[in-house]
T-cell receptor
Framework: DQQVKQNSPSLSVQEGRISILNCDYT??????FLWYKKYPAEGPTFLISISSIKDKNEDGRFTVFLNKSAKHLSLHIVPSQPGDSAVYFC??????????????FGTGTLLAVQP | DARVTQTPRHKVTEMGQEVTMRCQPI?????VFWYRQTMMQGLELLAYFRNRAPLDDSGMPKDRFSAEMPDATLATLKIQPSEPRDSAVYFC???????????FGPGTRLTVT
């Protein structure tokens, strides 16, 4: 049973436009959320995170929004660049009250930014 | 430039053979994770160590998989015997608890024929 879901396997966006990647979770006990980016033949790299006490976190072109009531978070990339083309994973943590820093990952969304 | 290293990067083996994958976590990190990437499940957590002690290996098929940390600079994941369904990319990640961010290695692509 997937506790973290990324329902869009792929997304195609024009360069310069906004990319919006979505993630849903089922367990309201999650209290920390992260986005990772993965290029082919490389490991995932940490991109941005958000704590459940916030509803928005911004880092340059990347902004993560959290809607706790809907159990939904999204990653906005503005403006999108061809170098952003990668697989994006959503991850969540906190089920064990912080006893561990184990992450639950979604299945990923492949973003293609067209020049 | 501190990074997680994994060896080998690629491994092709025949069904029934033993496979050992190695990981060197970032110096100073006290948590190590093993993941398997599949198309259907994304990144599945196989095992998790903190301060070299195994905390969670519930994601691992116990009959054939084993994970150890002989010392703070080496983590191993062993499959014996290997099966074609084990073909996947295996990632090691390290971190510093209780910080949630994890740093991933480049992965080992395993093909079992």
């Amino acid at each position: 049973d997937q506790q973290v879901k990324q329902n869009s396997p792929s997304l195609s966006v024009q360069e310069g436009r906004i990319s919006i990647l979505n993630c849903d979770y089922t367990n309201s006990m999650f209290d920390y959320f992260l986005w990772y980016k993965k290029y082919p033949a490389e490991g995932p790299t940490f991109l941005i995170s958000i704590s459940s006490i916030k509803d928005k976190n911004e880092d340059g072109r990347f902004t993560v929004f959290l809607n706790k009531s809907a159990k939904h978070l999204s990653l906005h990339i503005v403006p999108s660049q061809p170098g952003d083309s990668a697989v994006y994973f959503c991850a969540a943590s906190g089920l064990d009250g912080g006893a561990t820093n184990k992450l639950i990952f979604g299945t990923g969304t492949l973003l293609a930014v067209q020049p | 430039d501190a990074r997680v290293t994994q060896t080998p990067r690629h491994k092709v083996t025949e069904m029934g053979q033993e496979v050992t994958m190695r990981c060197q976590p970032i110096l100073g990190h006290n948590t190590v994770f093993w993941y398997r990437q599949t198309m259907m499940q994304g990144l599945e957590l196989l095992a998790y160590f903190r301060n070299r002690a195994p905390l969670d290996d519930s994601g691992m098929p116990k009959d054939r998989f084993s994970a150890e940390m002989p010392d703070a600079t080496l983590a191993t994941l062993k499959i014996q015997p290997s099966e074609p369904r084990d073909s996947a990319v295996y990632f090691c990640a390290s971190g510093w608890g209780p910080i949630y961010e994890q740093y991933f290695g480049p992965g080992t692509r395993l093909t079992v024929t």
